[in-house]
């Protein structure tokens, strides 16, 4: 019985969370109350109370989906490629670019997180969260391009941090840009050139290298 109970407590939480994925997409986050979520799933507010203790906290819980779909594929192709992180993370960005026209779960998450959320009021613990993620992203990227560098896969005085930032404005540019206006450009068939061209600048843009008067050895530092 108490295993079914969790099981049954485990449904509604996932049962919310899908709920407000759906108003959060439709209306935007600051236009959705946990009242309007809880009558549109069909539980109380207590059942809301119960597993989150506020807008931002299931918030929160929706984004955690997004990592694990990105962290479940790069774990698989880490495994396949792992004397190739370049290519891995090549593969990595395709598919982030092509998940928004195959998971309606992963764009809806994506066109809340860039068009339909204000980091303010009751969501400030989430801005504050976000901030920390996108910090340990610039490292993780970083740790990556490092890896590609030390294979040989890059040469040896890319910037590691410009590189890092340049990375993720250009993807994010491109997902916030064609979310907002999809008609545009097709996203699914031009992901690889568009990836490929991102490469290109880390392999060839004298903008992406380290000074001259600068020593190598600072990328590993």
């Known amino acids: 019985m108490a295993r079914k109970t969790k099981q049954q407590a485990q449904e509604t939480r996932q049962h919310i969370i899908d709920t407000a994925l759906r108003l959060f997409?439709?209306?935007?986050?600051?236009?959705?109350?946990?009242?309007?979520?809880a009558a549109a799933a069909g539980v109380t507010r207590g059942a809301i109370y119960w597993h989150f203790k506020n807008k931002a906290e299931l918030f929160d819980a929706i984004w955690a989906l997004s990592e694990t779909k990105i962290n479940d594929f790069e774990s698989e192709y880490q495994a396949k490629f792992p004397d190739n992180p370049l290519h891995v993370m090549r593969e990595l960005l395709i598919y982030m670019l092509r998940l928004t026209t195959t998971d309606t779960q992963w764009r809806s998450i994506m066109e809340i997180n860039f068009h339909?959320?204000?980091?303010?009021?009751?969501?400030?613990?989430?801005?504050?969260?976000?901030?920390?993620?996108?910090?340990?992203?610039?490292?993780?990227?970083?740790?990556?391009?490092?890896?590609?560098?030390?294979?040989?896969?890059?040469p040896s005085d890319l910037h590691l941090r410009r590189a890092a930032v340049t990375l993720r404005a250009y993807f994010s540019g491109i997902l916030e840009n064609w979310l907002?206006?999809?008609?545009?450009?097709?996203?699914?068939?031009?992901?690889?050139?568009?990836?490929?061209?991102?490469?290109?600048?880390?392999?060839?843009?004298p903008a992406l290298r380290l000074p001259l008067t600068t020593p190598v050895q600072e990328n590993a530092e």
């Open 25 to 37: 997409s439709e209306f935007g986050v600051s236009a959705t109350s946990l009242a309007g979520i």
């Open 180 to 205: 907002f206006l999809p008609e545009s450009f097709d996203i699914h068939q031009e992901a690889p050139t568009l990836v490929d061209s991102f490469v290109d600048m880390l392999r060839f843009s």
């Open 116 to 154: 339909k959320c204000e980091f303010v009021g009751e969501m400030l613990p989430s801005y504050n969260a976000r901030k920390a993620l996108y910090f340990s992203c610039y490292e993780q990227i970083e740790d990556s391009l490092n890896h590609s560098i030390q294979l040989g896969f890059l």
